[in-house]
């Protein structure tokens, strides 16, 4: 790969992005998932008899467009035979919209596959509460989380706010729901019991002795209620009203809880369950903003969990900077324009647990005012750093950022996504699928290494500062066995392993450190014959690094920006990952971003132009550049 060509390919990367920008400054590429949350759109339409009828065909010509030659759904390519959870979800959404029929050949090939991965009892927690809710899979009973868990103050050591800010607005709706046992059918509701083994009713969520520890945990938490309130007969009442404030309070301005489709529809079935009416004006109110949550593709829409619109434009302002557009550029001043109007300035839930922290963060989807995250917080004031120099408001708003950042971070000395000291391992006994992933936000690799970068390379914070030293210590003990760290929000080892390399490396962790060392070995030990580098999202599941047979553009640029990090000259090795970069047009739809394990895996259409154009850039600024 000649030094001419990749400065080609840079500047062609560059004016493809600038191309891009929409008029108010931002970015917004799909933030494509697989095909839950659009299943959960019909069924929830469906229900409340929301009439649009060019809606529902096009969401569910996508969902059929993605289904397997198998007759299975899956999240990614290489997950054999297919996702019971996505195959649950998209079967019965066809069956919802009214243009599809049990005996329809690609539903009965459906059916098929649903019944031998182990039919509705295998599917995820999520999924159950929205066939629960629609009379189409029974509520346990009792509901493993009393609704009087809400009433606990969080002084009490334990109670609703121990839980993760995204387990609580996927909890708050399914406790009233579930407490209630409510459900609602309508003519649209199809009748699936026939995907049920003959055990599910039986053998709901976990194995007995299981079951007896969420009784147990259930009956404390009533007991607790009990001693603090000493008014039982009043308690569940209040509970409920409790319950529903706390939605309402989190409502953004669009209708939607916290931008997230799921939260949102399970809050609608929540409201009904309260008595509203289907018509209610705030049920209508976030079924019309998640329609706008859509990406078109030929007519198809499918439904996007939380749009990306501030990831995607920290990010590309930022890496356009890197490639050398500078900050009086007009693209690069109406991106900062834009994200300065995004920051928030009022504390929100975080402070619960941070009460002394001042507001100050980003949140992912345009319009988020309640629920700021670390990465976006980091990926805004790497955009914003330059113009900070230049200009006084927007320095105010950097540290503004940058204040928040480290009053974020956990007593282990990690950072984790949204809240602080949020990792109480009691939750881990309640009967949903990887528990400690949802219920919990617990120190990661990706944004501790991702934190360090950023306080490293723009807040020039080294390691002999008290809260840097204490975010090295973790990630040297959090280092897995063969070099690797896993990462959180992206797949996976090679994602954690490229933030937390280049965390380290930029507050002044010496390349020599064994802890390097290691890394890059591995690294290194990973590459694919064809230059470049792939990780299957099934390393999520079974946290240990899978081997793709395939390389992916942005994985490889992940590593390929470590190694530059490390290596003071280009390797061979790099030089093919560079020539992968700047050629490879296959694949580039597997989703390298990740949710939840087993149930949400994001092919961010943004990724594949961002993080090529970084490690181009910099292998430009150190190899080339430095050499004329």
């Known amino acids: 790969m000649t030094e001419s060509k990749i400065i080609q390919e840079i500047k062609n990367r560059t004016e493809s992005l600038k191309e891009k920008q929409s008029s108010n400054g931002a970015w917004h590429y799909c933030f494509q998932d697989g095909v839950m949350f659009d299943a959960f759109m019909i069924m929830t339409m469906r229900a409340i008899k929301h009439q649009d009828e060019k809606f529902i065909r096009s969401v569910t010509e996508y969902i059929v467009d993605k289904q397997d030659s198998n007759g299975a759904w899956k999240h990614y390519k290489d997950e054999t035979p297919g996702n019971i959870t996505a195959s649950v979800s998209a079967y019965n959404a066809l069956l919802f919209s009214g243009y599809f029929k049990k005996s329809d050949p690609n539903m009965k090939k459906a059916e098929k596959q649903i019944l031998a991965m182990g039919g509705l009892r295998k599917a995820h927690f999520l999924v159950k509460a929205l066939l629960a809710v629609n009379g189409q899979y029974p509520w346990p009973k009792p509901f493993p989380i009393p609704i009087t868990f809400i009433l606990l103050p969080t002084k009490f050591p334990l109670n609703?706010?121990?839980?993760?800010?995204?387990?609580?607005?996927?909890?708050?709706?399914?406790?009233?729901?579930?407490?209630?046992?409510?459900?609602?059918?309508?003519?649209?509701?199809?009748?699936?019991?026939?995907?049920?083994?003959?055990?599910?009713?039986?053998?709901?969520?976990?194995?007995?002795?299981?079951?007896?520890?969420?009784?147990?945990?259930?009956?404390?938490?009533?007991?607790?209620?009990?001693?603090?309130?000493?008014?039982?007969?009043?308690?569940?009442?209040?509970?409920?009203?409790?319950?529903?404030?706390?939605?309402?309070?989190?409502?953004?301005?669009?209708?939607?809880?916290?931008?997230?489709t799921s939260a949102t529809c399970l809050m609608i079935y929540s409201f009904l369950a309260l008595g509203y009416n289907q018509s209610h004006s705030l049920i209508n109110n976030a079924i019309n903003s998640m329609k706008t949550y859509t990406c078109d593709f030929d007519g198809k829409k499918h439904v996007e969990n939380s749009p990306s619109q501030i990831w995607d434009?920290?990010?590309?302002?930022?890496?356009?900077?890197?490639?050398?557009?500078?900050?009086?550029?007009?693209?690069?001043?109406?991106?900062?324009?834009?994200?300065?109007?995004?920051?928030?300035?009022?504390?929100?839930?975080?402070?619960?647990?941070?009460?002394?922290?001042?507001?100050?963060?980003?949140?992912?989807?345009?319009g988020n005012t309640k629920n700021p995250d670390i990465d976006d917080t980091t990926a805004a004031l790497r955009a914003m750093y330059e113009t900070s120099k230049h200009d006084k408001k927007i320095l105010q708003a950097w540290n503004r950022g940058l204040n928040w950042i480290l009053s974020m971070q956990n007593d282990?000395?990690?950072?984790?996504?949204?809240?602080?000291?949020?990792?109480?391992?009691?939750?881990?006994?309640?009967?949903?699928?990887?528990?400690?992933?949802?219920?919990?936000?617990?120190?990661?690799?990706?944004?501790?290494?991702?934190?360090?970068?950023?306080l490293g390379n723009y807040a020039k914070l080294k390691k002999d500062h008290p809260q840097v030293k204490s975010a090295i210590n973790w990630l040297k003990r959090n280092q897995e066995s063969d070099g690797s760290w896993n990462g959180k929000w992206g797949i996976c080892y090679i994602y954690g392993t490229w933030a937390a390399i280049t965390g380290l490396l930029a507050v002044g962790v010496e390349v020599e450190d064994s802890v390097i060392q290691r890394a890059k070995r591995?690294?290194?030990?990973?590459?694919?014959?064809?230059?470049?580098?792939?990780?299957?999202?099934?390393?999520?599941?079974?946290?240990?690094?899978?081997?793709?047979?395939?390389?992916?553009?942005?994985?490889?640029?992940?590593?390929?920006?470590?190694?530059?990090?490390?290596?003071?000259?280009?390797?061979?090795?790099?030089?093919?990952?560079?020539?992968f970069i700047v050629e490879n047009k296959r694949n580039l739809d597997y989703p390298t971003g990740a949710g939840f394990p087993d149930l949400s895996y994001i092919y961010y259409h943004s990724y594949n132009q961002i993080f090529p154009l970084l490690a181009l850039s910099h292998y430009y600024k150190k190899y080339i550049k430095s050499e004329i």
């Open 160 to 260: 609703f706010f121990d839980l993760s800010c995204y387990a609580r607005v996927h909890f708050a709706p399914i406790m009233i729901a579930g407490n209630l046992h409510y459900s609602i059918k309508t003519e649209y509701t199809p009748d699936i019991s026939h995907l049920m083994s003959p055990s599910t009713s039986a053998d709901i969520q976990r194995s007995p002795t299981e079951h007896e520890d969420v009784i147990s945990f259930r009956n404390y938490i009533e007991e607790e209620v009990k001693k603090q309130y000493n008014i039982s007969c009043l308690l569940k009442n209040r509970a409920y009203k409790k319950t529903k404030k706390f939605m309402l309070q989190r409502l953004e301005s669009d209708g939607t809880l916290y931008n997230y």
């Open 313 to 366: 434009t920290a990010l590309i302002s930022y890496s356009l900077q890197e490639a050398g557009v500078p900050y009086e550029d007009s693209s690069i001043k109406s991106s900062i324009h834009y994200l300065e109007g995004q920051q928030q300035r009022i504390k929100s839930d975080w402070a619960i647990h941070n009460p002394d922290g001042k507001p100050g963060g980003w949140g992912f989807t345009e």
């Open 412 to 454: 282990d000395g990690g950072w984790a996504a949204f809240e602080k000291n949020v990792d109480k391992k009691i939750f881990t006994i309640l009967p949903v699928d990887h528990v400690e992933e949802g219920a919990l936000d617990a120190s990661s690799a990706d944004l501790t290494g991702r934190t360090l970068e950023l």
């Open 522 to 579: 591995w690294l290194y030990s990973i590459q694919n014959k064809d230059g470049g580098w792939g990780e299957s999202c099934s390393s999520n599941i079974l946290k240990k690094y899978v081997r793709l047979s395939f390389s992916t553009t942005s994985q490889t640029a992940w590593v390929v920006d470590t190694l530059i990090a490390i290596e003071n000259q280009p390797t061979q090795e790099m030089k093919r990952g560079i020539k």
